[in-house]
């Protein structure tokens, strides 16, 4: 269990308050579609954090912590810690495209949710079920993923290599009740208040157009 790493992470703090530098807008056009909600999975780290930081960006309605990439009959915390599901801790985004565009999210994700230049890790978290990943709903989601990290390599924004996976999504499932919301439920928890509280203030500060004080939680959707 994540209270097992409090030492860990209170090793980590300056990686905690890290501040990475804004990637860029991506090379498509911004918001402005339609035809109702639409979602996005993403991997970054522990599902605490991601999920977080994205109930506070303006146009997402809910955002589910869970496990992607494995077996509907492995995705159990327990198990999925181990390491040998196949699943990473993923975040499920349902979002208006007509106020928040499926590239602002990768910007968002690319910017201040976590560290796409770590292989199978985020800050003291380590394991494959932590790695940064992107599965994808259709062609669109997959060219406007491959399309960016290759414009984020082009750019440099990064000191060292991505090594964001970009995979098919074959399947999500919401973990435990218990995970959901975790981080507006506890902000003084260790953890959270180590490596997650510096992501949403990073958020604010670099995105304020994108910024929404109230959450979007699973609780009020329920």
């Keep these: 269990m994540k209270s097992l790493k409090l030492a860990a992470a209170t090793l980590s703090i300056a990686l905690g308050l890290q501040v990475l530098r804004p990637a860029p807008a991506a090379d498509q056009p911004a918001a402005g579609a339609s035809g109702g909600l639409q979602t996005a999975v993403l991997s970054g780290g522990c599902f605490w954090g991601t999920q977080g930081v994205f109930e506070h960006v303006k146009g997402v309605r809910q955002v589910l912590a869970g496990y992607s990439g494995g077996a509907r009959s492995t995705a159990v915390y327990d198990t999925v810690s181990t390491g040998t599901t196949g699943h990473a801790e993923s975040i499920q985004i349902s979002f208006d495209p007509s106020v928040v565009s499926y590239a602002d999210l990768l910007r968002i994700f690319f910017s201040v949710a976590h560290d796409p230049t770590e292989k199978n890790r985020q800050g003291p978290d380590t394991g494959s079920q932590y790695r940064s990943e992107i599965f994808y709903a259709d062609a669109v989601q997959q060219k406007t993923a491959v399309d960016y990290i290759a414009q984020l390599n082009q ?29 507006v439920r506890n902000p003084r928890y260790p953890y959270i208040v180590i490596n997650d509280l510096p992501k949403i203030a990073n958020l604010k500060r670099e995105f304020p157009q994108s910024y929404v004080d109230q959450p979007a939680l699973v609780a009020a959707s329920r």
Aim: hydrophobic residues 40%; without cysteine.
């Design 155 to 183: 750019a440099h924004v990064f000191k060292h290599p991505i090594v964001t996976r970009v995979d098919p999504l074959k399947g999500f499932y919401p973990a435990e009740s218990f995970h959901q919301d975790f981080l």
